[in-house]
Each structure stands twice: as C-alpha cells, then as structure tokens.
T-cell receptor, first 111, second 122 residues
Framework: QSALTQPASVSGSPGQSITISCTGT?????????VSWYQQYPGKAPKLLIY???NRPSGLSNRFSGSKSGNTASLTISGLQAEDEADYYC???????????FGGGTKVTVL | QVQLQESGPGLVKPSQTLSLTCTVS??????????WSWIRQHPGKGLEWIGY?????????NPSLKSRLTISVDTSKNQFSLKLNSVTAADTAVYYC????FGSGSYHFEYWGRGTLVTVSS
C-alpha cells in the first residue's frame, strides 16, 4: 500500500501563505472526506491540525486551513510564523489493505 | 482531557518480542466510537500505522506486520498493549499510541502519547 505523496519541503517568509499538497488515489482521498493533517516538532508527538478535510480542533489557530479536490488534499498556512517551522503529515482513510495511510511528511521552513 | 502514555523496554534484542503498553487517562477506553492505535516512526522517517483495537477486542493490523503483531486491550486497567515478535533492527523506531475518533463522519487520530523509542540491538 503506497503512502500519500507530499512534497519533501516547503518554505516561505514570515507573513506569507504556503500550501502543502497531499496526493492520493480514488481509493483514499478521492473517495473519502477522512483526510487529516498533523504537525510534528522535532522530538515531539504529532498533533492534530485538521480533520475531515477542513475542520479545525477547538482552539486551533484559523491560520491553518484544509481543502480537497479530486485525489489531492491541501493544507494552507496563512500568515506564516516562525513557530510554524515543523514537519506536517497528511493521512486518509482508505479502502486498501490497511484502513489508514499517511503521507511521507513535509518539512516547512520559515525563511 | 484525554492523555495517553506509552511504557515498556527501550532496548530489545534481535529475534525477541517488543512489548509496549499504553495507559489511557482522562477517559474510558470502553467509550464507543474510538479505536486505540499504535503508530511508529523510524528515525528521521515518516509515520507508519501499525494497527488498532476496539474496546471489545476487535483488531485491525497493518498487513505488513500482521504475522508478527498482537494488539490487546485491558479495559479494567484502561490500557492497551502491543506485542511485536521476531524483531530486527528494522523495528527500531519511536512507537506512539493514539486514540482514533471514528463514526458519524469522523476518522482521525485525535490524541497521541508522547512516544517511546525502542531500539533493537544485541
């Protein structure tokens, strides 16, 4: 079962907006609205950022937003801040051999 | 607030069994609409779903690990456990436990433990 495809790295300057893509197939992202995004700092556990494509957990900054089109989901970080420098992972429910698949992760660098 | 905490040996010898326990606090493991999951992360790599269990004991495993894997639950202790046998150096990773919310249009890893590094080495 292949992982979802994410760019290895994305960078931006403070205040800018960046978008991280997550490409799957019709067996996962394309067929289910069960896409979630996680933020992970070095040496720390992942933290839920977005669930069910575009929902934010209570208390999470609205600078983070999610969307989906076809087999590709996206995470947008607006008003980029130094604290956003971290690794980001997407995940989706899938009808494949395992019920869930993760992306390979994207390292966000704030220039 | 639900909290999860992994515990177990940080060093396991090759060919032996890796055993970890996740203790859940702030909520009952017997609550409906949650799977209790294990995920691992090899050093410098991405996340790999290992498997999960429902409080009733129903399990779902990653096919790539299924032949070596057992996940169990102890509702009386509010814990669930992972056993991975015949380990090799390729099983060296940080192991996380997490709660998966599912049902009613929901499916995501909502709460995570801090993770525990398990090294397989003689």
């Amino acid at each position: 079962q292949s992982a979802l495809t994410q760019p290895a790295s994305v960078s931006g300057s403070p205040g800018q907006s960046i978008t991280i893509s997550c490409t799957g197939t019709s067996s996962d992202i394309g067929n289910y609205d069960y896409v979630s995004w996680y933020q992970q700092y070095p040496g720390k556990a992942p933290k839920l950022l977005i669930y069910e494509v575009s929902n934010r957990p209570s208390g999470l900054s609205n600078r983070f937003s999610g969307s989906k089109s076809g087999n590709t989901a996206s995470l947008t970080i607006s008003g980029l801040q130094a604290e956003d420098e971290a690794d980001y992972y997407c995940s989706s429910y899938t009808s494949g051999s395992a019920p869930v698949v993760f992306g390979g992760g994207t390292k966000v660098t704030v220039l | 607030q639900v909290q999860l905490q992994e515990s177990g040996p940080g060093l396991v010898k090759p060919s032996q069994t890796l055993s970890l326990t996740c203790t859940v606090s702030g909520g009952s493991i017997s609550s409906g609409n949650y799977y209790w999951s294990w995920i691992r992360q090899h050093p410098g790599k991405g996340l790999e779903w290992i498997g999960y269990i429902y409080y009733s004991g129903n399990t779902y495993y990653n096919p790539s690990l299924k032949s070596r894997l057992t996940i169990s639950v102890d509702t009386s202790k509010n814990q669930f456990s992972l056993k991975l046998n015949s380990v090799t150096a390729a099983d060296t990773a940080v192991y996380y436990c997490a709660r998966v919310s599912f049902g009613s249009g929901s499916y995501h890893f909502e709460y995570w433990g801090r993770g525990t590094l398990v090294t397989v080495s003689s």
